[in-house]
């Protein structure tokens, strides 16, 4: 009498594999959306010690805690946030104006320094989302 | 060179109606300008010698406040913003955020509206 074989093949484990790399890629998904999370930390640090700052302000210069204000936020996809500085200045109309966008962009009034720092800590950007996958995964 | 190339892209969609210029405008007033800088041009190297170059170019299109108080105004600078933006796709560059606002950055009484535009090329 032949011993019982049970079949170990791709259509008797297709379920039960499929469940298990279904539960993988929700983790992967999981430490990604963390990493991206770390990522944005990173950029938040290096734009806070990049941005221009007054050391001697003239009387009457108002304090606007520019660089404390870079925030990160979240969207939908969980694997994309945005960094954005919240410092509103006014110009002499009243209208308000991200301070951000004088800096980045006046061709009279302008320090640019964001896409510079965004682009100088990509490698350090990908190094804390690897990092973060690593410890999660 | 990528100077002469968007120069061209937008003399040819703009001139003489809007002037285009590079880092300052000069000369005499105008309603509507343009004011363009390569913020980089980056290199991609093989064999030690730039094959590819990928420049990263913001233009800003300047537009007097008092256009935008009339619809005719608003819509005069709405289809410039347009014609500005087809002009750049349709000579190679991508223009992934199309035009945002960025308000009156240089406090001069001029609405600014920002095109940041992309274009690789082998060098």
Redesign the interface.
């Known amino acids: 009498m032949g011993a019982i074989e049970i079949k170990v093949n791709t259509a008797s484990l297709q379920s039960a594999v499929e469940d298990i790399l279904r539960d993988y890629g929700d983790v992967v998904y999981e430490a990604t959306a963390e990493g991206i999370k770390a990522a944005e930390k990173v950029l938040i640090k290096n734009l806070k010690a990049a941005s221009p700052s007054i050391k001697n302000p003239p009387k009457g210069y108002v304090k606007k805690n520019f660089a404390k204000n870079w925030k990160g936020k979240t969207s939908r996809d969980k694997l994309r946030r945005y960094v954005g500085n919240t410092t509103i200045v006014t110009d002499k109309k009243g209208n308000e104006i991200p301070l951000s966008n004088i800096l980045e962009y006046s061709t009279t009034r302008g320090k640019p320094f964001i896409k510079k720092t965004h682009e100088a800590s990509i490698d350090e950007m990908a190094r804390a989302v690897v990092e973060t996958i690593k410890k999660e995964v | 060179m990528i100077y002469s190339d968007i120069q061209t892209v937008l003399d040819n969609a703009l001139y003489p109606d809007v002037l285009s210029y590079w880092?300052?405008?000069t000369g005499a007033d105008a309603d509507e300008y343009i004011?363009y800088?390569i913020?980089?041009d980056?290199a991609t190297n093989a064999d030690d010698r730039p094959l590819i170059r990928n420049t990263?170019i913001?233009v800003?299109y300047y537009f007097k406040?008092s256009l935008i108080g009339t619809s005719a105004g608003r819509t005069k600078v709405q289809n410039r913003a347009g014609t500005i933006v087809s002009a750049l796709e349709n000579n190679g560059y991508s223009v992934p955020f199309g035009a945002q606002n960025?308000?009156?950055?240089?406090?001069?009484?001029y609405g600014?509206l920002?095109i940041e535009c992309y274009k690789g090329r082998v060098v």
């Open positions: 880092l300052r405008k004011v800088t913020d980089s980056e990263n913001a800003r406040d960025v308000g009156d950055i240089d406090d001069i009484g600014v920002l």
